[in-house]
């Protein structure tokens, strides 16, 4: 039973930053200032629809905190956006780009909208509208946006374009995840699943596995999904199930990845693969596997679930998909996590990487991006491996524990936080 569970983000999040401060003994003051977002701007979106008729969309832009830089996070149109999941969203941002060493804050924005129901027309209005509603407290230097959930390249082109009208002259640096063509970095599409598996190659090395014959599943099929699905092959994993909103497939003997996207791209769905069998999305999550990749929505993983659960590695492509109940289940079970701040931050690393490439106008090869991006990778899993193992916790608490730690140093040099009684400031070297 579900009744004493919550399945509200925000409430999720606040109780996981609240353990990490408690944790590290921090002043009350810490998690006053943390427990909510320092700035939430709604606004409205009027659009004249392709029939001639206006509507308005709301959405919403997130900034939780900017102790170490300008906040940074993505934009989603979906139709179940609310107030609650961006707050959450934009806190999980800070505790992603702290672990990562970036020097960047978290923040989230969201339009309430189904863009598989509207024309481009439409989709352009309600892009460029947005970045008109959030103008003011975006920028290069205060808030960097990029995609997200049902958003894209093209969608972050038409915000960089609008915003660049305004200030009258380009701003590439304004929002990440851009074509290439107007300064996108290489890399940055598949750089949430290719972090994810690097990852999942560290866990496994950890454990004393070898991807080659290893048994994976992965839930959502969709950009993070494709990608960590496709290098999970190449490793030698056998990817034996698959899924998407509209269905989902699986092989005993292990799926044809390469196929199986190609067949998406024609059909738009994986479901009806030939040679496959089909698989509810639900079932996927419970298959007898060694590694679970969910990424697709949140709470994918309850507590109604989670004891069954038989995978040895949980790799969180998506944001939110284990609630804190199943966590505390996988724990005693002995399941491996790989909480999604780090399993799928490989995206805001490239996402700072082409920030950075805008701002010195200087550009990178894709491979000199996936190289500083596994390595920043991997430098952030052993960090959170080795409180793990200090504290004899989870990787999601440790990962908290030291991303946290990291912003409240930062707000303490800051002057932000209550100084203890005893302590005096120090006095400065001369020159």
């Known amino acids: ?132 509603g959030v103008s003011a407290i975006v920028g290069p230097e205060k808030d960097v946006p990029a995609p997200d959930v049902y958003t894209n390249p093209q969608i972050m082109a038409w915000m960089m374009d609008e915003y660049s009208r305004m200030q009258r002259s380009n701003a590439f640096a304004l929002i990440t995840g851009k074509p290439v063509e107007l300064g996108g970095s290489l890399g940055r599409g598949e750089a949430t699943g290719r972090g994810c598996v690097v990852t999942i190659q560290a866990a496994m090395k950890k454990l004393g596995m070898k991807p080659a014959g290893a048994r994976a599943a992965v839930q959502g099929f969709g950009n993070a999904g494709t990608v960590a699905a496709r290098l999970l092959h190449e490793l030698g994993c056998k990817v034996i199930a698959v899924s998407d909103s509209r269905g989902g497939i699986q092989a005993a003997g292990g799926l044809d990845i390469p196929a199986v996207i190609a067949h998406k791209n024609r059909t738009g769905s ?118 793990k193992e200090q504290h004899k916790t989870t990787m999601r608490q440790a990962a908290y524990i030291y991303a946290v730690k990291r912003v409240a140093d930062a707000m303490r040099l800051r002057g932000w936080l209550r100084r203890p009684a005893a302590a005096k400031p120090g006095r400065a070297a001369a020159d």
């Open 270 to 387: 994986v479901a009806g693969f030939p040679g496959s069998q089909p698989i509810s999305n639900a079932d996927l999550l419970t298959m007898d596997c060694d590694v679970l990749v969910p990424a697709a929505l949140e709470n994918q993983i309850t507590a109604e679930n989670a004891d069954r659960i038989r995978a040895k590695i949980v790799a969180e492509a998506a944001n939110g998909p284990t609630t804190p109940a199943a966590q505390e289940i996988l724990f005693k079970k002995g399941v491996f996590d790989l909480p999604d701040v780090l399993a799928n931050a490989g995206g805001v690393t490239v996402s700072y990487f082409e920030w950075v490439q805008n701002l010195y106008n200087f550009y990178w090869t894709e491979a000199e991006v996936n190289q500083r991006m596994q390595e920043m990778m991997e430098r952030a899993f052993e960090a959170v491996y080795a409180l």
């Open 1 to 132: 039973m579900l009744s004493d569970e919550t399945l509200n983000p925000y409430a999720i999040v606040r109780g996981q930053v609240k353990q990490a401060c408690d944790a590290l003994k921090l002043d009350a003051s810490a998690y006053e200032i943390l427990k909510q977002p320092v700035r939430i701007l709604e606004v409205a979106i009027p659009v004249t629809m392709d029939d001639g008729t206006v509507r308005t969309f709301t959405g919403y832009r997130s900034q939780h905190n900017d102790a170490l830089g300008p906040t940074k996070g993505g934009i989603r149109f979906h139709p179940d956006v609310n107030l609650d999941e961006v707050r959450a969203l934009s806190m999980w941002m800070t505790i992603k780009c702290s672990l990562l060493g970036l020097p960047f804050g978290g923040g989230k924005g969201g339009v309430i909208c189904n863009p598989k129901e509207l024309s481009e027309a439409e989709l352009e209005q309600i892009s460029r509208g947005f970045i008109r």
